[in-house]
């Protein structure tokens, strides 16, 4: 008998967007293995199974501060409802964080909780007295920070009538606040993972290349031809989240990479938080 629940296969169609007996089918092929049932449901062509297995359940908004043009940080702040996402308060409590992450220099999230953000109060005991104010789970979510040559951001609203869900934090060698912008809002928009090939782990590469053959092979394909079909399956995977070979959105005929060129600039980091998703 398959090692899951009924629990498991709505969680597993929670995450995926696919079909009841489908998420059924998958679990019950891997033994109730969930990473081997989401792969599964790649394999067989379910609509965003891969990408849809990273969102969260979460609503809140991100926020982002810079110090002068060389460093900045990005901030996501969560709650449970778009109604306390859309308030005042929880607004001001975001932009309280993100100016306290700036001023104290700070680098990573944990050391973020415990900084002060106001007299007397940390980070974290600002989180809690706003989230009993607004009746409330709030919570600090990702945090990042950039420092060093021109460094610039991005938020974008997915709706109007909310916060800002989609923020990017860029950093180029040298200032040219064009194609920062730029660049930033292609991060926000074609969401690439890394910013040169060299920069994709070999653990990443090497699942990619294994997924891409069985799909390959499942689809019936000539012995002669997989190998072929395998290596452009994964550089078409590689072009999509490696950010200096992606089509450049202002003008697809051009990469990103030949757009960096023609300024002389480099992206030398950069961090894309949306909330709800990982």
């Not at 049932?37 to 501060?65: M, P």
């Not at 050391?111 to 709030?138: D, M, N, R, W």
């Not at 610039?152 to 934090?169: E, F, M, N, Q």
């Not at 030949?258 to 938080?273: H, P």
Request: contains cysteine; glycine residues 8%.
């Amino acid at each position: 008998m398959a090692n899951f629940t009924a629990a498991d296969v709505k969680r597993l169609r929670d995450q995926t967007g696919a079909g009841m007996m489908d998420c059924k089918n998958a679990l019950e092929e891997c033994d109730g293995d969930f990473d081997g049932a989401i792969e599964v449901l790649r394999v067989k062509g379910v609509k965003d199974a891969g990408k849809r297995a990273a969102r969260t359940a979460a609503n809140g908004l991100v926020t982002a501060e810079l110090d002068r043009t060389d460093a900045g940080v990005l901030v996501e702040l969560n709650c449970e409802t778009d109604f306390v996402a859309k308030t005042e308060l929880f607004q001001l409590v975001a932009a309280q964080i993100a100016a306290a992450a700036i001023k104290a220099r700070v680098a990573d999230r944990l050391t973020l909780l415990t900084t002060e953000a106001k007299p007397g109060s940390t980070v974290e005991q600002l989180i809690e007295e706003a989230g009993a104010s607004l009746k409330e789970k709030l919570e600090l979510g990702r945090f990042a920070r950039l420092e060093g040559g021109y460094v610039a951001s991005y938020l974008h609203r997915s709706d109007a009538a909310l916060p800002p869900t989609i923020g990017v934090l860029i950093q180029l060698d040298q200032a040219n606040a064009e194609v920062a912008r730029d660049l930033a809002q292609q991060i926000a928009a074609q969401r690439p993972r890394y910013i040169v090939r060299e920069d994709v782990p070999a653990d990443v590469v090497e699942n990619e290349r294994r997924i891409a053959e069985r799909i390959t092979r499942e689809e019936g394909k000539p012995e002669q031809a997989i190998g072929r079909i395998v290596e452009g399956r994964l550089n078409a995977f590689l072009k999509d989240v490696v950010l200096v070979e992606q089509a450049f959105v202002k003008d697809p005929k051009m990469t990103v990479q030949q757009v960096l060129a023609a300024a002389g600039v480099k992206v030398t980091g950069f961090a894309r938080f949306q909330v709800g998703q990982a």
